[in-house]
């Protein structure tokens, strides 16, 4: 049996919103799942409907097998770490940890123990005397993680909890956050807008749009195995190139480029006329020509050399694509550039439905 269950949740907020449509979701013990999407999608008020912070309006959420929709947040085990720090100013770092077994009564004992190894664990032993404004905006994170853990819940919930953070803080704490969770195995969800963290952090990635689940999967199946063109470009960095079309005489084009598609559909003849999308990731581009694959010849438009590696900006009369090449194969601007994408590496989908299409 899953530790928690989302059975056909709903969310219609009193203004007649409807902000979540049927969202189910089973979830194990000890997994970290991540609810990715855009601004507005519905995850937040996905994770507050679990937390108790927000009533389910239909449907119903189980913990270990028992309906838990009329649970308050406290009786739920779960314990939430927000977007803001929400540290309490005039108390040290080390009664900030605290707080939550104070307020419980325990031990003094039992509480320094405690807040000394969550101290240990993220780092923060030498700043237990400081007020949080004496703390950087990553240390004052951590101690919120700390005053969340040290409740020993089975649930963590996450709202973008690096969102205040600069680059370097978030990479750093998202390291920090994977190692936390190998160390108390805690469930976790985690709710972000950002795919490299949905990708870094979790087993398993729930991908929403407008309030409606897209797909549930591993990073490797939401990266390799795609279900519609939103998940596509959703995944992936840059995204998927898309080039959408109707198909003529079974072949779709990129500038003047014929993409015979029964190359990659044989039974293409039945989408004749129909709208088609035809997406390629920018990684998986070859330079030159190869064999069992798409070839085309278009202009350099734009390079960006980032070290490692550089994204091509490629144009075909009205045709745009990028590419990601080794930088020592950058390409010059305003020339022609030949480049391979196999076969294999296609994704085709409905230009209708804008479900990828099963060979
Ligand atoms: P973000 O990444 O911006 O936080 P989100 O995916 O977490 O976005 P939610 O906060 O869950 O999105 O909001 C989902 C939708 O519900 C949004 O369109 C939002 O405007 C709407 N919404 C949120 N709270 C309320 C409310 N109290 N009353 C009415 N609509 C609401």
Redesign the pocket.
Known sequence: MAYLTLKNIN?I?????H??HNFNLEIEKGEFVV?V????????????MIAGL?DISNGEFLINGKRANELGPREREIAMVF?SYALYPQMTVYDNIAFGLTLQGVDEDIIEERVKNIARILGLTDYLDRLPRALSGGQRQRVAIGRAIIRKVGVFLM??PLSNLDAKQRVTMRYEIAQIHQETGATTIY???DQTEAMTLADRIVV?K??YVQQVGTPYQLYFEPENVFVAGFIGEPPMNFLKGKVKDGALYFGNNKLDLSKKLPGIKKYEGKDLVFGFRPEHIKLGSHEDAYEITCDVELTEMLGDNTNVYVVGNEDHAILKVDSHDTPETDKPITFSIPYEKVYLFDGETEKVIKE
């Not at 907020?13 to 919103?17: A, E, H, L, W």
């Not at 999407?37 to 507050?48: E, F, I, N, Q």
């Open positions: 969310k907020y009193p203004n007649g919103f902000a979540v609810f999407g855009p601004s507005g999608c519905g995850k937040s008020t996905t994770l507050r927000e977007q709202d973008e709710v972000t807008h929403m407008s309030g």
